[in-house]
């Protein structure tokens, strides 16, 4: 029986218009050094596909899961390579033998489960080269003007997301989770998204502009009784200001594991 967390962030478009965003050069880069194109790789919560596409032309197989088939459908239906192969699978109960795949990898997973160390447990079993994760730091992230509603969302977000089960700040906690999760040798780093063109500027604002309001993030702070419709309205509007600021920058940190051993 698969067992699916809560997905704070939900599916919804305004969802995928930033996740479609993602691809291996922009959020795994860290990773690609240490793939050579004879290997097999396993992708943990595939999402919408875009980095796994990615990874298809570097690597020999890439197995890519989610937990939900809903979620999976998502990938299915982008990732066109024919080295691709899709399952739901829970990833603190794998369904494969020890040291199946030459690399597991992770990218914005382990923020959202109940148990990333378990997970990071189950990924290493089915390794038998390197397992790769990165995770975005909320509390890290900074920008400017300094917009109060901008405030109001962050200490929102990471309330929502603690109550799902899952730690914001998951990227400062990679390498500790590593370690407690048996791996022996442990290579972390750290890379940022910057945002701060125009363009830059009014996607990535008027994206969590959208955001705050349609999603499953909204449904659950207003049914949690964190915020009001009329408080997310106003930290929408937060985020148009931000957007519309000339000077306008936004970073996002993210940790990053490299683990053998």
Known sequence: MVNVPTYTHGHHEAVLRSHRNRTVANSAAYLVPHLTPEMSLLDVGCGPGTITAGFAGLVAQVTAIEPVAEALALAQDFVRQD???????????????????????????????????????????????????????????????????LDDWMALYRKVARRNGGEPDAGRRLFSWARQAGFTEVTASASVWCYASPEERSWWGGMWADRILKTAIADQAVGHGYATRADLERISEGWREWAAAPDGWFSLLHGEILCRG
Do not use: C
């Open 83 to 149: 080295n691709v192969r899709f399952e739901v699978a829970d990833v603190h109960a794998l369904p494969y033998d020890d040291s199946t795949f030459d690399v597991v990898h992770a990218h914005q997973v382990l923020q959202h489960l109940h148990d990333p160390i378990g997970a990071l447990r189950e990924m290493r079993r089915v390794s038998k080269g390197v397992v790769a994760a990165r995770d975005s730091d909320y509390r890290a992230f900074a920008w400017y003007p300094e917009v109060p509603a």
